[in-house]
């Protein structure tokens, strides 16, 4: 077995020695690294989707070969073993501008394709909705399409860091939330996986998109930025519970749907109110997301304790929320923005000492705002 010039610049923990490079080519041979039955879906469309400009990585190429055969590289660390995680969607460059995308299949009888395309459509500052660049037809099943979209990272992944953070995931989910109760569209599945993020400014140089924790190459771990002032746009996805509702016709439903089932009027039975249960749902999310987490998440109490009301009707609109909730926002302190979320589980001397380097670094920034000026 060799290491070619361009394997040799791997780190080293890639490189194996003699003996583990043969078992793992032991593995490789009765197919631990094949592709999955449901990997094979994307595989079967890959020419489909070269011809409409969009790349899939080698590993679902026609004639894929794994890159580690025949060498003493640690698959682990070669792209072309990682196998996908949800299998509806799939990672993409689209050719044209070297972006990445992701591509899920659907069902043509789904009404998500419907709710999401006419949201997308829709142009507002307020719209934090899934933008669906286009919709395929499926080549080889009449009864599926393929819908494009920006490829979006989970909105906690890497995790939210400052008090600034919260403010600006606070404010850009609830007006998400107006936007699309204003459209008369329930989203009915508010919850944390269900809220992403274009994270793309925190990451200059890429990350792998399925090992997110990586480099494109799956080679090194992959650093993100503070989000601090870098523009980070969080938008809600995945439409297949959602209700859309004509003007003048009743909004009460029933169904126990979503991943929240905390609010105390779910009923399969009982009609119910789908707008309030977004707003319990996103009260629940920051209340368990933010305030049962950090120590200085107190700013969101006020709308927290009205959003989980448990009597639908005393929760107020998400207009009103927002309405309030801006008046909240400016009476925050700049220097609060900065300020980093403190863990509740953080042992007290851990606290002190990490605080202590947060008033260090807020001194520093002053002092560079002072010389600037």
């Given at each position: ?23 793992y ?52 660390f ?16 689209r ?21 999401a ?29 393929l819908?494009?979209?920006p ?44 809220i ?75 009609p ?22 950090y120590i200085?998440?107190?700013f969101l ?73």
């Amino acid at each position: 077995m060799s290491v070619s010039g361009k394997q040799r610049r791997l780190p080293n923990y890639a490189v194996l020695d003699e003996e583990t490079a043969r078992g793992y080519a032991e593995l490789t041979s009765i197919g631990v690294y094949d592709l999955l039955p449901s990997e094979r879906f994307w595989r079967e469309r890959q020419p489909y989707l070269r011809q409409h400009g969009y790349e899939l990585r080698p590993r679902y190429s026609p004639d894929w070969e794994p890159s580690w055969k025949g060498t003493l590289l640690d698959p682990t660390f070669c792209e072309d073993s990682i196998m996908l995680i949800n299998f509806h969607v799939i990672d993409a460059k689209r050719v044209a501008d070297n972006k990445l995308v992701a591509i899920k299949k659907f069902r043509n009888d789904s009404h998500e394709s419907r709710i999401a395309l006419y949201l997308s459509s829709l142009t507002d500052n307020q719209n934090h909705c899934v933008r669906i660049e286009e919709i395929l037809p499926d080549p080889l099943d009449p009864r599926l399409s393929l819908m494009v979209m920006p490829y979006l990272r989970p909105c906690n992944d890497p995790d939210f860091s400052t008090v600034g953070d919260v403010i600006d995931f606070a404010s850009q989910t609830l007006e998400g939330l107006v936007f699309m109760h204003r459209h008369r569209v329930a989203h009915r599945d508010i919850a944390m996986m269900n809220i992403m993020m274009d994270a793309s400014s925190l990451y200059p140089d890429g990350h792998h998109p399925v090992r997110t924790g990586y480099t494109a190459d799956a080679r090194y771990p992959a650093t993100a930025l503070p989000r601090g002032s870098r523009s980070v746009t969080y938008v809600y996805i995945d439409f297949g519970l959602s209700s859309q509702f004509p003007e003048g016709v009743s909004t009460y439903v029933v169904g126990c749907v979503g991943r929240d089932k905390e609010a105390p009027e779910l009923s399969s039975t009982v009609p119910y109110d789908p707008f309030k249960v977004d707003i319990f749902a996103l009260g629940n999310l920051y209340f368990n997301e933010f305030q049962q987490k950090y120590i200085n998440t107190d700013f969101l109490a006020p709308i927290v304790e009205k959003m989980r009301q448990q009597v639908p009707e005393d929760r107020p609109s998400a207009a009103d929320l927002l309405h309030e909730w801006e008046g909240l926002r400016a009476d925050i302190k700049e220097s609060l923005y900065r300020w980093r979320l403190g863990p509740k589980s953080e042992p007290p001397l851990e606290r002190v000492l990490n605080d202590t380097v947060a008033v260090a670094w807020e001194g520093i920034y002053h002092l560079k705002k002072f010389v600037r000026n």
